[in-house]
């Protein structure tokens, strides 16, 4: 690519390297533009007789071109492309959705000298037509070379933006306390519900129990048999791990604990487990405030019934300081 100022008359099909203003202040023509032979009959009607631009030499991509390109492979799941000026393409949700990201190969392509990406976090929740990812180039031209290299890696390694839709999930919700279970459902109903409506779901099955091994395990066996998307467990009690009443209910339905602590502040008391693939989340103290905590962050991916590992949830300390 070789910049350089030419009359305009010949400058037909070359990239302007500037933007180009009105005297008024009101913009002409945009950096990055391809002239035209309009372009340049506007131009000598504003008096102009020269411009600065720039012509792409062989083994280059256009800017507008190359980020097109990647944005195809960069994404999987509901979103839309809308390319915009200046070598930027943007995702769109199209679906209210969770994003899982591949932070690590979002770091390898944010490596190369001539492609950037910014996404939104890891388990983030989006309504749709928010922006969820831009795709960026250098300015005018981007080697063939480096494209195809950015392009074989995102074939090879997978998208690395997941927007995976929440369609009307099927919410359950246990509240349980050591004297009157219905206690429990007077506290934290109301912020259960809150809580939910972030992310637009809502309670469809809500039971109270005495915090006891038989009426828990009862309790969440009803929610279970609903075939309920997630089911959370609100207990009035901080648990001692996976030995407490919650855990041997928990247990004795045959469900597998995946994870016990989380580094998240607050929210550190997490207890994750699975009956089959539905998520049973326990946070004590976390459905008593309606201020983001653990909860906020593994109710995306639950409500996509995406299945969060033990070795994600140990992810979430870097930034798990909330508050």
């Known amino acids: 690519m070789r910049a350089q100022t030419v009359d305009i008359h010949e400058s037909t099909g ?3 390297c500037c933007t180009i203003f009105r005297p008024c202040g009101k913009k002409l023509l945009s950096k990055g533009h391809i002239l035209s032979g309009e ?3 506007l131009l000598a009607t504003e008096g102009m007789s020269e411009v ?3 012509q792409l030499e062989a083994g280059e991509i256009a800017e507008d071109d190359a980020v097109l390109m990647v944005a195809k492979e960069v994404g999987s799941g509901c979103f839309e492309i809308r390319t915009a000026p200046g070598g930027r393409a943007n995702l769109f949700a199209t679906e209210d959705c969770c994003l899982l990201v591949d932070e690590d190969l979002l770091k390898q392509i944010n490596c190369t000298a001539s492609i950037v990406i910014a996404t939104t976090t890891n388990f983030s929740f989006a309504r749709a037509g928010t922006r969820i990812a831009t795709v960026k180039s250098a300015p005018f031209a981007v080697a063939q070379s480096q494209l195809e290299a950015i ?5 090879e390694r997978g998208a690395i933006l997941q927007a995976r839709p929440i369609r009307k999930p099927v919410v359950g919700v246990l509240y349980s306390d050591p004297i009157n279970g219905d206690r429990a459902r007077t506290l934290f109903e109301n912020i259960v519900r809150q809580r939910l409506e972030r992310f637009g779901a809502t309670p469809n099955f809500a039971l109270a129990a005495n915090e006891e091994e038989e009426p828990v395990a009862r309790g969440l066996q009803h929610l279970l048999r609903t075939k309920p998307t997630a089911v959370l467990v609100a207990s009035t009690t901080s648990p001692a791990g996976p030995e407490d009443v919650i855990g041997r209910s928990i247990a004795r339905l045959g469900c597998h604990v995946e994870r016990f602590l989380a580094p998240v502040e607050p929210g550190n008391l997490l207890l994750l487990a699975y009956h089959n693939n539905t998520p049973i989340i326990s946070a004590p103290g976390c459905y008593r405030s309606a201020k983001t905590n653990v ?3 593994l109710l995306p991916p639950a409500l996509a019934s995406y299945r969060v590992s033990g070795w ?5 300390g870097h930034g798990g300081l909330l508050g």
């Open 14 to 16: 070359r990239i302007l």
């Open 39 to 41: 372009d340049i009959r």
């Open 52 to 54: 600065w631009v720039t």
């Open 151 to 155: 392009i074989g890696i995102l074939q």
């Open 295 to 297: 909860v906020d962050l």
């Open 312 to 316: 994600e949830v140990a992810c979430l």
